[in-house]
């Protein structure tokens, strides 16, 4: 069963510069996550899709970072205009939904702003 | 809302050491928890997890017992081995809530 891909890997960017990442969930599964790892930190949740329906982005910085997942499969992720601050490793994960289910993560896409 | 809170590392062990790594969490309701682990290069896996009260996740020779007493999920591992080095997530939700996770413990192992 193949996993979660993201791409890309790497990205550096200058401030004030746009970004993307991209997000392939696993096949069936309905629940897509994104969230940033700040480095010596544990993941934070942006913004969780429910097929193709926000269910919470309630800690999204909704005034640089934006998300969609149309048709409810892949997902995107775009910042702009990034800060230093945006330095992080920003990962995607899809589980199939429900209470208390597993969460399987991507490798991340490793973000550095300079 | 839910919270976890993990022991500070980075923390070095020598091969076949007794391995602890200490997690209390904070949650309304009946929250599960969960261990994850991420290996140098590699993404988040999930290393066990525990639905209940008094439950005992276990994997690849690691345990964690939910104690809600303590409101405690202890990983720990009797023998560790030189591949076990990563970071390790403590990690919790209850109902449809997204799962918080702590801050990680790096965890080396040296031969």
């Known amino acids: 069963e193949a996993g979660v891909a993201q791409s890309p890997r790497y990205k550096i960017i200058e401030k004030r510069q746009s970004v993307a990442f991209w997000c392939n969930p696993i096949?069936?599964?309905?629940?897509l996550y994104w969230y940033q790892q700040i480095l010596g930190q544990g993941p934070k949740l942006l913004i969780q899709?429910?097929?193709?329906?926000?269910?919470?982005d309630s800690q999204l910085p909704k005034d640089r970072f934006s998300a969609e997942r149309l048709k409810g499969v892949d997902s995107t992720l775009k910042i702009q205009p990034a800060k230093l601050e945006d330095s992080a490793v920003y990962l995607c994960?899809?589980?199939?939904?429900?209470?208390?289910?597993?969460?399987?993560f991507g490798e991340g896409s490793r973000l550095t702003v300079l | 809302g839910d919270s976890v809170t993990q022991m500070e590392g980075p923390v070095t062990l020598s091969e076949e050491a007794f391995l602890t790594i200490n997690c209390t969490y904070t949650?309304?309701?009946?929250?599960?928890l969960f261990w994850y682990v991420q290996y140098p290069g590699e993404g988040l896996q999930l290393l066990l997890k525990?639905?209940?009260?008094?439950d005992k996740g276990s994997n690849k020779g690691f345990e964690a017992t939910y104690r809600k007493e303590t409101t405690s999920f202890h990983l720990e591992k009797g023998s560790v081995q030189v591949s076990d080095s990563a970071v390790y997530f403590c990690?919790?939700?209850?109902?449809?809530?997204?799962?918080?996770f702590g801050k990680g413990t790096r965890l080396s192992v040296i031969a």
């Open positions: 096949s069936g599964h309905a629940t």
């Open positions: 949650a309304t309701g009946y929250p599960s």
């Open positions: 990690a919790t939700n209850s109902g449809n809530t997204p799962l918080v």
């Open positions: 899709f429910q097929n193709n329906g926000v269910v919470d």
């Open positions: 525990a639905t209940k009260a008094d």
């Open positions: 994960a899809s589980s199939l939904g429900g209470a208390r289910v597993e969460l399987f």
